[in-house]
């Protein structure tokens, strides 16, 4: 297998046991375990002794890479198709000879056998454009398996170049999630919304650009935004004014944007209201406030750590993407 990879790879990978004593006691037997290391990186391979469900591995993959300190790969001997779809749905690294070659770690997801597609240098992401991010919320809402650049394109309502660029960024976040099929990029999100959300919410940021602190409220019907949005989803309480959203072209509207403000309606102390103008056109959502994820992303830092917002925001996104997805089990 390690063959396989350097072939794939182009690049020697160095092979060494791992000590095994410290794992828990549970999991000793069932793996054969080796550290390798390509392009400088140390990772385990877990060669499963019988056959675990991906949800078990899961749980496996998580104890090993806390005992040995690296991440953890799995090495699936004759895995069918199906196998293969469900460890991508997981966001769970693999190696599986013929098939396909998954080590995010590395930033690399390779199919093997027929698939001629030229490769494409891959895009170092920070955090995601407000294109990709929008996109990226898309697809965690809807079924957008399948959708190709084109039709990603039309859905923000951007060009070809700029729906390309982040096929491109999403590809660089999570490799499972862009497929090349034919001469064709397109979208294969998988079923564990849930699961999608955690691998990509670390490359996203909050959607608000600046915020506009109002000695009145705006005559304009916008939708409630950060935390009174989120207020509306769960137990929290909300601040004694409300927080509105806004797009850059409501924000001209309102004539809040920079050199054409009236400094007159700020009201930084108590205001009587808070106008957040948003970085990308919110996605649509049902009633009157922005989407739920773009309103857990608006809460600053602070906020989000806290104990009782943090297991509310839990609650929501379990209502909004789901708990734990039969795919997984």
Excluded at 36 to 62: C, I, L, N, Y
Excluded at 71 to 81: H, R, S
Excluded at 186 to 207: H, N, T
Excluded at 236 to 247: G, H, K, M, S, Y
Aim: aromatic letters at 6%; proline letters at 8%.
């Amino acid at each position: 297998m390690r063959e396989h990879v350097e072939k794939t790879l182009h690049t020697r990978v160095d092979c060494e046991p791992v000590d095994a004593s410290g794992l828990p006691l549970y999991l000793r037997g069932l793996y054969s375990l080796e550290r390798w290391t390509a392009f400088g990186v140390p990772f385990a391979v877990a060669s499963p002794a019988e056959s675990p469900t991906v949800k078990t591995m899961a749980k496996h993959r998580d104890a090993l890479e806390a005992a040995l300190g690296t991440p953890v790969a799995f090495a699936l001997e004759d895995a069918t198709g199906y196998r293969v779809g469900r460890m991508l749905e997981a966001g769970l690294p693999f190696i599986a000879p013929d098939k396909q070659v998954y080590l995010p770690f590395l930033g690399i997801a390779l199919s093997s056998g027929s698939s001629h597609a030229r490769d494409r240098r891959q895009t170092d992401v920070g955090t995601f454009s407000p294109q990709a991010q929008r996109l990226a919320l898309m697809a965690l809402y809807g079924d957008l398996d399948g959708a190709s650049v084109t039709q990603a394109a039309g859905l923000l309502g951007a060009a070809k170049m700029t729906a390309s660029r982040a096929f491109d960024e999403l590809a660089a976040a999570d490799p499972s999630i862009v497929a090349a099929e034919g001469r064709r990029r397109v979208l294969r999100p998988g079923r564990d919304k849930m699961a999608m959300w955690r691998r990509l919410e670390p490359r996203m940021s909050s959607p608000v650009a600046r915020e506009h602190r109002l000695g009145r409220v705006p005559d304009m019907d916008l939708p409630l935004g950060g935390i009174s949005a989120l207020c509306g989803l769960s137990m929290l309480q909300d601040d004694p004014w409300p927080t509105f959203a806004a797009t850059k072209a409501q924000e001209r509207a309102l004539g809040l944007a920079a050199g054409a403000r009236d400094a007159g309606l700020d009201e930084p102390e108590n205001p009587a209201c808070v106008v957040q103008v948003l970085r990308y056109e919110p996605v649509p959502a049902p009633g009157c406030a922005v989407d739920p994820l773009s309103a857990i992303l608006s809460l600053p830092a602070d906020e989000r750590d806290d104990p009782r917002v943090a297991g509310e925001i839990e609650n929501v996104l379990t209502r909004v993407l789901g708990g734990d997805h039969e795919g997984n089990r």
